[in-house]
Structures are given as structure tokens and as C-alpha cells.
Antibody
Framework: EVQLVESGGGLVQPGGSLRLSCAASGFSFNDFGLSWVRQAPGKGLEWVSFISGRGDNTYYADSVKGRVTISRDNSKNTLVLQMRSLRVEDAAIYYCVRDRMETRVDRFDYWGQGTLVTVSS | EIQMTQSPSSLSAYVGDRVTITCRASQSITTFLNWYQHRPGEAPKLLIY???TLRSGVPSRFSGSGYGTDFTLTISSLQPEDFATYYC???????????FGQGTKLEIK
């Protein structure tokens, strides 16, 4: 059974940093691309970032480019999102999402339960 | 960025009704279109991919169609568990810049 379990969310002040993690199990981790998708309170879904199966290609939404770094450790089946210079508008539930493809975004076939990030002073 | 526009934004219907949600892309995305269901407090679920392919395990009352810029999601006979928010999402962009529609909230009448 595919499982994606996020952690690391919490309350942070504007301008602060936060590191989100996602522990994956139930599939061959390095065969699949992974994304972070977020949902701000009362808003819809927004893709944040993608990393290829081998970790050699990364992509970011314009809204987070330069402030966020996605990475993965294929030896530990773990996905990480390092966030810096956080803004109030970054507050959201962040979902760890598996893609059906290794090297490109195709379809998000498994989602974690999400971790809540709150940005407030 | 490819913009995705869903209509309606919200919809009220009875159990047993047939409902259709539409999704329009700002440019042709051929069939790079997926549909998701999102119930409150749960993780979103993939329902349909490549515009019309039903994901394994998804009930056959769900169907999708379309090509290019115009797409539809149809639920043939609403069940109580279908009341949720539905999102379309394009995966045509290269480099990847997937975008979602704003969502359609389906409520019980």
C-alpha cells in the first residue's frame, strides 16, 4: 500500500523558515516523481514544486521560486521541502504527492494527508 | 501559465441526479487533463486521467470527456459520498507548471 506521511508543519513568523518532510512507503521510491501541492485556507489547490525520481530535475511555481528548495533522499525514501522567507500567503496545508511518471508531471495518483503551515506574527 | 477555468463554482443537486462539471483551458492541452475529488478533511483523490480514463477502483458513474480546451466531468447518478469539491488539472506544460481549476463544490440539495 502506497503511503505518504508529511511532517514538519507548524507556526512560523513572516520571514522565517520551515522544513517539511514526507516519508514514503509501499512503492519503489526512485521510480516516481514527487510534488508538493498546497491549499491555502478557503482556496483551491496549487502546485508548488516537482522533483524527478533520481532527483536530477527540479521545478518550482513562480510564487515560491527562489524561496523554496525541493530535495529527496532515495536511500531513506524521504522527500523534503525547505522553505525560507515565508510570507503570510504561504500559509496552507502542504500535501506530498506522488506522480505517475518519473521525469515529468503527469498525474498525481497518491496524496498524503497534508501538514499545516501557519505564517503569522 | 495555462489557466484552467471550471464552471460552475458551486452546484447543488439531489442524490440520484446526473451532474456535469466543465473545465476550460486557456490554450490547447490535448488530453493532458486530470480530475480530482476532494472531501473535507481528506486527501484529494485522482478520479480520471488523460481526460477520459477512469482510474482503477473509481466507480463507473464517473466519466470524463474532451480534447483541446474543453473538458467535462460527469457523474451519472449522484451518491451521498460524491458530495465534495472537484478539481481539474492540466499537465501539458513543459517545463512542468501544472495548474488546477478553481474547484467546483458539489453540495446536497
Amino acid at each position: 500500500e502506497v503511503q505518504l506521511v508529511e511532517s514538519g508543519g507548524g507556526l512560523v513568523q513572516p520571514g522565517g523558515s520551515l522544513r517539511l518532510s514526507c516519508a514514503a512507503s509501499g512503492f519503489s521510491f526512485n521510480d516516481f516523481g514527487l510534488s508538493w501541492v498546497r491549499q491555502a485556507p478557503g482556496k483551491g489547490l496549487e502546485w508548488v514544486s516537482f522533483i524527478s525520481g533520481r532527483g536530477d530535475n527540479t521545478y518550482y511555481a513562480d510564487s515560491v521560486k527562489g524561496r523554496v528548495t525541493i530535495s529527496r533522499d532515495n536511500s531513506k525514501n524521504t522527500l523534503v521541502l525547505q522553505m525560507r522567507s515565508l510570507r503570510v500567503e504561504d500559509a496552507a496545508i502542504y500535501y506530498c504527492v506522488r506522480d505517475r511518471m518519473e521525469t515529468r508531471v503527469d498525474r498525481f495518483d497518491y496524496w498524503g494527508q497534508g501538514t499545516l503551515v501557519t505564517v503569522s506574527s | 501559465e495555462i489557466q484552467m477555468t471550471q464552471s460552475p463554482s458551486s452546484l447543488s443537486a439531489y442524490v440520484g441526479d446526473r451532474v456535469t462539471i466543465t473545465c476550460r483551458a486557456s490554450q490547447s492541452i490535448t488530453t493532458f487533463l486530470n480530475w480530482y475529488q476532494h472531501r473535507p478533511g481528506e486527501a484529494p483523490k485522482l478520479l480520471i486521467y488523460a481526460a477520459s480514463t477512469l482510474r482503477s477502483g473509481v466507480p463507473s458513474r464517473f466519466s470524463g470527456s474532451g480534447y483541446g480546451t474543453d473538458f467535462t466531468l460527469t457523474i451519472s447518478s449522484l451518491q451521498p459520498e460524491d458530495f465534495a469539491t472537484y478539481y481539474c488539472q492540466q499537465s501539458y506544460s513543459t517545463p512542468p507548471e501544472p495548474t488546477f481549476g478553481q474547484g467546483t463544490k458539489l453540495e446536497i440539495k
